[in-house]
């Protein structure tokens, strides 16, 4: 099919449809990039694989009467390496944690999806769409009931040195990991503090956990933080 000015229009169109249906899951979440952006990054990519589609069928002819050579691929090549700073910017990096790596991924899909209709491929367009929809929308709530482990930093203040070993075998009940200990004493108050680095399980565990070392004889207080990955 010869990519003329009709052609180039119909597919930006399409692919501004089918970026929108991506935006639209993304703006319900409250995400910064969600339907302008995701409709703006398909339609580009279909301008851009059109127009490179049309620059190689303009230029194309006969080997012996045409030096000049055109790398269809070139073009999309670039708009993926572009669409790296534009889904950066929608990542949002804390100092333990990072948000908006899904909507990245999202509007690196976009891009895909607007390469795809401007190359004509509308069927595999249209089915990175679907699977994309589904994964954002019905999987959300099947991956938030998934068991995951938190890295944590957990502060235990105690009486006495004897503390350490039942809040060890508690630890170890619960099957956390524990990748480093610290003892601090203070010899004026007689006071121990002890210091984890551990892996556990999130969610309902961790919290059973946090109610048995209530129990634990001798703590005094305790507190913890999400810990940094080590």
């Known amino acids: ?20 249906l991506v935006g639209l899951e993304r703006e319900r979440h409250g995400r910064a990039a ?8 398909a339609m580009a990519g279909a301008l851009l694989m059109s127009l490179s589609l049309h620059l190689a069928q303009l230029f194309a002819g006969p080997a012996a009467a045409n ?7 070139r073009l999309p090549s670039y708009a993926i390496a572009g669409m790296g700073f534009l889904g950066a910017g929608a990542i949002i990096q804390g100092h333990r944690s990072a948000r908006g790596v899904t909507t990245g991924a999202a509007m690196w899909l976009c ?5 795809a209709v401007g190359a004509g491929l509308y069927v595999p367009a249209l089915a990175a769409v679907a699977l994309t ?5 019905f999987l959300r709530v099947p991956a938030r009931t998934l068991r995951s482990y938190q890295f944590v930093s957990l502060r235990v203040e105690a009486l006495s040195l004897s503390v350490y070993q039942p809040v060890r075998d508690l630890l170890d009940s619960y099957r956390a990991a524990v990748n480093f200990v610290g003892r601090e004493r203070c010899l004026e108050t007689d006071e121990i ?21 209530d129990q634990v004889p001798g703590v005094k207080c305790y507190s913890w933080q999400e810990g940094e990955v080590p």
């Open 133 to 137: 929809i589904v994964t954002l929308w």
């Open 34 to 41: 969600g339907l302008r952006t995701c409709m703006l990054v």
């Open 193 to 213: 503090v002890f210091s984890f680095s551990l892996v556990i399980r999130s969610g309902q565990q961790w919290k059973d956990f946090l109610g048995q070392l």
């Open 1 to 20: 099919m010869n990519v003329d000015v009709t052609v180039m229009t119909l597919r930006i169109v399409v692919a501004a449809v089918l970026g929108m």
């Open 67 to 73: 030096v000049v050579r055109l790398d269809p691929g």
């Open 111 to 115: 891009t895909g999806v607007g390469l």
